[in-house]
């Protein structure tokens, strides 16, 4: 079994950085896609970034420019940093990795447990 752990949420104010991070841990797998979504409340979860294996990167029209993904495969960990942060960007963080596993040769979809990030004065 594969484990999602992220870290980093947090208070920011406008304008301020965080970085998140996820990482994965488990046995017998490999990761593929991983993505960072976002849930506020009363609204639905959207896709905030994603990054191939490869490292190819798509955003939200929202945080372009601002948000940047990284991985390091060494460590199976995803970053996301979010700089210029909004009000608006407040919300629980979730983040969900396409994972291999070779013990069963099977691909499932894994998520995290989610973090909170709020933007406030």
């Known amino acids: 079994q594969v484990q999602l752990v992220e870290s980093g949420g947090g208070l920011a104010q406008p304008g301020g950085s965080l970085r998140l991070s996820c990482a994965a841990s488990?046995?017998?797998?490999?990761?593929?896609?991983m993505e960072w979504y976002r849930q506020a409340p009363g609204k639905q979860r959207e896709l905030v970034a994603g990054?191939?294996?490869?490292?190819?990167?798509n955003y939200a029209d929202s945080v372009k420019g601002r948000f940047t993904i990284s991985r390091d495969n060494a460590k199976n960990t995803v970053y996301l940093q979010m700089n210029s942060l909004k009000p608006e960007d407040t919300a629980v963080y979730s983040c969900?990795?396409?994972?291999?596993?070779?013990?069963?040769?099977?691909?499932?979809?894994?998520w995290g447990q989610g973090t909170q990030v709020t933007v406030s004065s």
């Open positions: 488990g046995r017998f797998f490999t990761i593929n896609d």
């Open positions: 969900n990795a396409e994972i291999w596993l070779s013990n069963l040769g099977a691909t499932v979809s894994s």
């Open positions: 990054i191939t294996i490869s490292g190819r990167t």
